[in-house]
């Protein structure tokens, strides 16, 4: 049975999930040294903002096949690490997206009412009336940086509570922000104008320390700030600068730099700001809306099913994979079978969509087609995440055409590679009931399913030549369970593919080769 060891709390359901298919350990807390000492035994790793993944626990986990992040950000795991290793890493993209953006208008209504100062000074036995006058929220301008998920819901109960929004994104376009009742702005003028600024952007380099002192000073006397994103993205010394000397009204901080936070010059400043220990996505329905999500994702891989929101390979809609599963097969079995046609290395690989097969997302074929091509060499340590990268690493080129106008059948795919000394193709299809056809081979005409042993010869198409291949295996007592011939004009150059019901006996190729007409002959193995 798998091992799943959770590192950080986890709801429930999530666990009852994963029990399923899996003997469960919650161990929440470890440090790295611990965790590297134990993750060796583990399949998949669960965790929340908590446990950082490094690349030295990712190199300990020998067995490790996924890692899950209960929740969006999936800057705690080191992603180029797995990736090299083929491990998965799923996070939940939309379980918590609610939650966090609530905890964002909660942190700007909180600044603008002195919430939290307010009541502390009723439980001290005092009555501050005066001292707690806030501002409304009504008619003035939001700042969004980021309109994606959280960013939009944000955007969405802002404008029912009458804010006016303005928001930077370089990647959403006009149309999008429209829809929402944003303008669109850039970085410089939503600092200038908007009296509260929220953030809703992944932590990237390009997004670290964009707020800074010089983007502070930007802002109005009266303007606060709220991150409820990615601590980091603010330059903390620089913030707590310039709300002691009162250069900005307040800021609402959810996340830091480190965290815990410890020892900091923001926990040292009065109402002006608002601190809260990473709960943006604390509610009841978040956590059990992210660890359902990401444990059925764990549960499903360690199945051997696809996940449906994997960070480090081709995100596709699950409707959308469900339809290209079947071609994934087709192409990594093409791309297995024309490897091992070439015998060699493979130098480069031109992949040919066609028919209703152009129309659809080519990445994830290219990557089935990649993972079958490498499998002769690297088994089961090539899988969807590294199929790319081991590629790329060989120095195979790979060149991805497509053809819609091509009907010979619904939608088919031609493998061509090319080594140092042969180059084979083949092409391949699928039928109604989704079986996968072998169509062609060397560009001859065949129809073929693959088989687990396979013998390709090519040969000149002459009389006697199929009966002597079919003694000749006999003699080594091989049983045939299919054999065809492709050729394009008679007495010409000829294909012939055998299925048979067990391996080749050794010695039986060189057999096959002394066969007067036959000028090649490969096994395969699917
Ligand atoms: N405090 C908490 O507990 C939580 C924090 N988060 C964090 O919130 C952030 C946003 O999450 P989602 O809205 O779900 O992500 P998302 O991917 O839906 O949206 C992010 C948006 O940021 C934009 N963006 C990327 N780089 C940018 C840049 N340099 N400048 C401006 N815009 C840029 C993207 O175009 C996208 O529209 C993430 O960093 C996530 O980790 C998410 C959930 C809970
Ligand atoms: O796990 C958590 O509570 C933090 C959630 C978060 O920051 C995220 O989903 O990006």
Not at 102 to 110: I, K, N, V
Not at 268 to 276: D, M, Q, S
Request: glycine share 8%.
């Amino acid at each position: 049975m798998p091992k799943v060891l959770v590192c950080d709390p986890i709801d429930q359901a999530g666990i009852d999930i994963l029990s399923q298919v899996a003997q469960v350990d919650v161990k929440t807390g470890l440090p790295v040294e611990e965790l590297v000492k134990v993750v060796p035994e583990y399949d998949a790793l669960m965790i929340r903002s908590g446990t950082r993944v490094t690349a030295e626990i990712i190199e300990a986990g020998v067995q490790l096949k996924i890692i899950g992040r209960a929740g969006v950000g999936v800057d705690n795991v080191d992603v180029p690490a797995a990736t090299r290793k083929g491990i998965i890493v799923v996070n939940s993209p939309e379980g918590n997206t609610i939650a966090a953006a609530e905890h964002a208008l909660a942190l700007m209504l909180s600044l603008s009412r002195h919430i939290p100062d307010a009541n502390q000074s009723v439980k001290n036995g005092k009555w501050e009336r005066k001292k707690f006058v806030g501002t409304e929220v009504y008619k003035k301008t939001l700042g969004i940086v980021g309109l994606g998920k959280i960013g939009s819901h944000v955007a969405a109960a802002a404008k029912a509570m009458g804010m006016k929004l303005i928001a930077f994104d370089p990647f959403i376009s006009a149309e999008r922000a429209d829809q929402l009742g944003c303008r669109l702005v850039d970085m410089d003028v939503l600092m200038q104008e908007a009296d509260y600024i929220t953030l809703h952007i992944p932590k990237t380099p390009e997004t670290t320390n964009l707020i800074n002192a010089k983007s502070l000073a930007k802002m109005k006397p009266t303007a606060r700030i709220i991150n409820c994103a990615r601590g980091g993205i603010i330059d903390e010394a620089a913030l707590a600068e310039a709300l002691k000397n009162g250069q900005i009204g307040g800021a609402a901080l959810d996340v830091y730099a480190n965290e815990p936070l410890g020892e900091s010059p923001l926990t040292e400043l009065g109402k002006e700001a608002i601190l809260t220990p990473h709960l943006g996505a604390s509610t009841t329905e978040a956590q059990v809306n992210v660890a359902v999500d990401v444990a059925e994702q764990i549960r499903d891989v360690l199945l051997g099913l696809p996940a449906r929101s994997a960070v480090n390979i081709p995100g596709l809609h699950p409707d959308a994979l469900e339809q290209l599963r079947p071609y994934l097969q087709l192409a990594e079995t093409l791309g297995n079978l024309v490897s091992q046609l070439v015998g060699d290395r493979v130098e480069s690989l031109n992949i040919h969509l066609q028919g209703e097969l152009a129309n659809n997302q080519s990445q994830p074929i290219v990557i089935a087609a990649l993972k079958g091509l490498l499998s002769r060499a690297l088994r089961e340590r090539v899988n969807y995440v590294n199929a790319s990268i081991e590629a790329q690493e060989r120095g195979i080129r790979v060149i991805e055409t497509r053809d819609a106008s091509i009907r010979d059948y619904r939608g088919s795919l031609l493998l061509q590679a090319k080594g140092p000394s042969e180059e084979h193709d083949v092409t391949g299809t699928l039928l109604g009931d989704g079986e996968i056809r072998i169509t062609t081979v060397d560009g001859f005409p065949i129809n073929v399913p693959p088989n687990q042993h396979m013998l390709f010869t090519r040969h000149r198409d002459m009389p006697g030549i199929i009966g002597k291949i079919g003694s000749l295996l006999g003699s080594f007592n091989v049983n045939i369970a299919s054999m065809q011939v492709g050729r394009q004009i008679v007495r010409g150059d000829a294909v012939m593919v055998l299925t048979i019901d067990d391996p080749l006996p050794e010695g039986i190729l060189e057999e096959i080769l002394k066969v007067p007409g036959i000028r090649d002959a490969n096994t395969v193995m699917l």
